[in-house]
């Protein structure tokens, strides 16, 4: 067991730590406010330093605690200061929510081969450095703090179960997601890191927006105006309830669709 916490460390210390990555907006965003509604300090992180600054204020006038930590994840050094920061001003680290993704959609014949790479360092190679940072600090929160527990959650998606025209190597990106999350799973899950992928369906969020105006003509626009999509606080809610269950239970894969799309 844990040993009991002096009063001074109880004040300088939150009982619980938590990392969102791409935070900036959308599903990060509404992530931080939950966990921070939960009673975490939430470390902010992502590269818009101004919408980070503008979500810390929020979740202060609503009594939380949040940092901004501005940072590009796909640069292994910057990743690595990052998760090196909040342990350093929060004292340890307990939850890695991993949601930075760049979602670039297009035909395989004639792609951009750019847009690949920002995709591939994004998705994956960011998650990779961050979560590589991370898992010692969560090692120790599991053998050394009050919950005993730590968590991983990566925001996963539908296009890493189901392939589909246009998707290519964003199916690559998320397929890789999922198969590396199983993997690290049955890793570290029985030393009290739980690892799991939160899989959304279509959500609304600024993740299609970048875009060219023919492919989101084409493959985005369409199934957004005909079917009720997901908000983002629908996933925030599904990764609280993830990080939040009793230590001897672990979720591993949870799947979040629009009613509309099952």
């Keep these: 067991m844990p040993s009991r916490r002096t009063s001074k460390e109880e004040e300088t210390t939150p009982w619980l730590v938590a990392l969102v990555t791409g935070a900036s907006s959308g599903i990060g965003a509404a992530t931080a406010r939950r966990l921070a509604e939960q009673g975490a300090a939430v470390a902010l992180v992502a590269r818009r330093k101004d919408r980070l600054e503008a979500l810390a204020a929020q979740i202060a006038q609503t009594g939380g605690t949040a940092a901004v930590v501005a940072a590009d994840i796909t640069d292994r050094i910057q990743a690595e200061d990052a998760v090196q920061q909040v342990v350093d ?61 730590a968590d991983i959650v990566n925001i996963g998606s539908y296009a890493g179960r189901v392939a589909s025209k246009g998707f290519g190597v964003y199916n690559v990106t998320k397929f890789g997601v999922h198969a590396f999350t199983e993997s690290l799973r049955q890793e570290v899950t029985q030393r009290h890191v739980r690892v799991g992928v939160l899989e959304p369906g279509a959500v609304e969020s600024e993740l299609g927006t970048h875009n060219k105006p023919e492919v989101r003509g084409e493959l985005i626009d369409p199934y957004f105006e005909g079917t009720e999509v997901l908000a983002a606080e629908d996933i925030a809610d599904g990764v609280a309830y993830m990080v939040t269950r009793p230590r001897h239970a672990a979720v591993g894969e949870l799947w979040i669709m629009p009613t509309e799309q099952a």
């Design 89 to 149: 001003r929060f004292g340890r680290l307990d939850i890695l929510v991993h949601n930075a993704g760049l979602m670039l959609l297009g035909p395989v014949v004639g792609a951009d081969a750019e847009e690949w790479d920002r995709m591939i360092a994004v998705n994956v190679q960011g998650l990779l450095y961050t979560t590589r940072a991370a898992l010692p600090h969560l090692l120790k929160a599991a053998e050394q703090s009050p919950r005993q527990v």
